[in-house]
């Protein structure tokens, strides 16, 4: 996948305000402060477009990005911020999960995994959904420049032996910072848009 244009469309605070083209849709779920924003602005090479370090509060919308007039970009809110309230918690959660369950464009989900720690909880969770309701999923194990490169296949493996990905689940090294793994990535989205 080429990208040669991306635009901010919407942050929407619900299903009202989702775009209505009915162009196909890659969303994009992970912990707050994961990199959800840094791998938007990485894949789309624009540094603005997402915005990065976004707090509580500005992050319960879903963010809609324009790809190449033809496709969109969800940045979905990030889970798991310690500093928010279960009644908030339980609110992203029904979200994030009727957007997974309802959306009839989406054509996969990338999940963002920190390539350093085991998953948390809330990773599993998201990854039990996207198994549940068979949604293609990308797993992106990102920040990958701060651990040395012969670790890589290690922190892989504590990963997949806790989220237990099916085996066409692609995973992809990757980090904003180096660029590792962006033409992979896109390479497989193009593919998963495409059949
Ligand atoms: P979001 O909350 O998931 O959108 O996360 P951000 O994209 O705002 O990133 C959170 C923090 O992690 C920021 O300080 C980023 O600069 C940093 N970060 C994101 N991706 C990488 C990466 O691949 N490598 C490194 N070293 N830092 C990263």
Redesign the pocket.
Known sequence: MNITAAEFIISAPGPKQYPVEGYPEIAFA??????????I?TLTNRKGL?????RPGK?QLLNFYLINKSLYFV?LP?YGFARVSKETKSYWGKMIENYLKNREKLVAVVQ?IDIRHAPSRDDITMHQWLKHYRIPTVLVL?????ITRGKWAQHAKIIRQSLMPDPETPVVV?????RQGREELLGILDKMVKS
Do not use: W
Not at 30 to 39: P, Q, T, Y
Not at 50 to 54: N, P, V
Not at 142 to 146: I, Y
Not at 174 to 178: G, K, M, N
């Open positions: 992970g912990r707050s402060n994961v990199g959800k924003s840094s791998l602005n997402a915005k990065t370090s976004s992050t940045d990030g963002l990102n920040k990958a420049d701060k990757f980090s904003a910072e180096t």
